[in-house]
């Protein structure tokens, strides 16, 4: 797709952030351990999307993800009005001296960035699903996009195997992997040598 940009003085012009409104609270169940948010669909790298209409995809990291990182002490979005490609990088979190390249859940460009996450990154692994929300992508072929990732009743057994494979790499090196209601352990990826860190980011990140 091609994307034109308007020049003057023969310089780009700075296109504004798009006005988002706020996100609403999701409607959570529960399920095999996990709250699991109504209407979001999960990429294979723990990342999630919310179709908000007009082709609007708010998109976020998953309570697993949070968990496993603890702790984040910056987020940094690949760039305003930038095309991603579905699976390609879109934003980073850097927790501690870790930084993890997160993958976008859909393809299309970034249209905003969430405010608070830059002034409270914390926000992310605290209220995943709402507040913590990085950014919104424009997203032309959201309903294809979708039909790639994890959703519906496919979502909550996802999360129970990976919470499953954490705890069988990191239960030897920790002596104990998983918190009550299923999620990992806060910060776990931090107690692990350099080397099974390096491993965990590849299985559960794709990065």
Same mark, same amino acid.
């Given at each position: 797709?091609?994307?034109?940009? &308007?020049? /003057?003085?023969?310089?780009?012009?700075?296109?504004?952030?798009?006005?988002?409104?706020?996100?609403? *609270?999701?409607?959570? !169940? /529960? #399920?095999?351990?996990?709250?699991? =948010?109504?209407?979001?669909?999960?990429? =294979?790298?723990?990342?999630?999307?919310? +179709?908000?209409? /007009? *082709?609007?995809?708010?998109?976020?990291?998953? !309570?697993?993800?949070?968990?496993?990182? %603890?702790?984040?002490?910056?987020?940094?979005?690949?760039?305003?009005?930038?095309?991603?490609?579905?699976?390609?990088?879109?934003?980073? @979190?850097? !927790? %501690?001296?870790?930084?993890?390249?997160?993958?976008?859940?859909? #393809?299309?460009?970034?249209?905003?960035?969430?405010?608070?996450?830059?002034? +409270? =990154? #914390?926000?992310?692994?605290? +209220?995943? &699903?709402?507040? %913590?929300?990085?950014?919104?992508?424009?997203?032309?072929?959201?309903?294809?996009?979708?039909?790639?990732?994890?959703?519906? *009743?496919?979502?909550?057994?996802?999360?129970?195997? !990976?919470?499953? /494979?954490? %705890?069988?790499?990191?239960?030897?090196?920790?002596?104990?992997?998983?918190?009550?209601?299923?999620?990992?352990?806060?910060?776990?990826?931090?107690? @692990?040598? =350099?080397?099974?860190?390096?491993?965990?980011?590849?299985?559960?990140?794709?990065?």
């Amino acid at each position: 797709m091609a994307i034109t940009y &308007y020049t /003057r003085r023969e310089q780009p012009a700075v296109r504004p952030q798009v006005l988002v409104s706020p996100p609403v *609270q999701p409607r959570v !169940s /529960r #399920e095999l351990g996990f709250e699991i =948010p109504k209407g979001y669909c999960f990429h =294979p790298g723990h990342t999630w999307v919310l +179709d908000e209409g /007009r *082709q609007n995809a708010r998109v976020g990291m998953d !309570s697993f993800a949070a968990n496993l990182l %603890g702790k984040i002490d910056r987020v940094e979005v690949a760039g305003l009005n930038r095309w991603i490609r579905q699976g390609q990088k879109v934003w980073s @979190v850097t !927790s %501690g001296e870790t930084t993890i390249e997160m993958l976008s859940p859909v #393809e299309g460009v970034v249209i905003a960035v969430n405010p608070e996450v830059q002034k +409270d =990154p #914390e926000l992310v692994a605290k +209220d995943p &699903y709402k507040e %913590g929300w990085v950014c919104v992508i424009k997203s032309p072929d959201l309903a294809m996009n979708t039909n790639n990732l994890l959703r519906g *009743q496919f979502v909550a057994p996802f999360m129970q195997d !990976s919470v499953r /494979r954490a %705890g069988a790499m990191t239960a030897q090196a920790t002596g104990a992997a998983a918190a009550d209601g299923g999620v990992p352990m806060p910060g776990l990826l931090a107690k @692990v040598e =350099p080397n099974l860190q390096k491993v965990m980011i590849r299985e559960f990140f794709l990065t």
